[in-house]
């Protein structure tokens, strides 16, 4: 499976930043978003793993569709570098 440039600690980051909720069962990955009902679930990645561009997509994907963040602006948040 093709893997992005993206650490999950970076996506993991974004979300929190957005108000997710994360929980971990069974060893995978959860965020919650009660305001929106978006729920994403990921594999048991390590923060310093990069995602699949598949994970990479859907986030991206589902974030627009539920107007917390622009496909765009998913993108420019990923690849600012930090200050």
């Not at 978003?33 to 859907?58: E, K």
Request: glycine content about 4%.
């Amino acid at each position: 499976m093709k893997t992005s440039s993206v650490s999950f600690g970076q996506l993991r980051r974004l979300l929190l930043d957005l108000h997710f909720i994360e929980t971990r069962k069974d060893a995978f990955y959860r965020f919650e978003h009660p305001g929106s009902d978006t729920i994403l679930l990921f594999r048991p990645y390590t923060p310093d793993d990069n995602v699949t561009m598949q994970d990479l997509a859907t986030t991206r994907t589902h974030l627009d569709w539920r107007g917390l963040l622009s496909a765009h602006a998913f993108d420019d948040s990923l690849t600012r570098t930090p200050a």
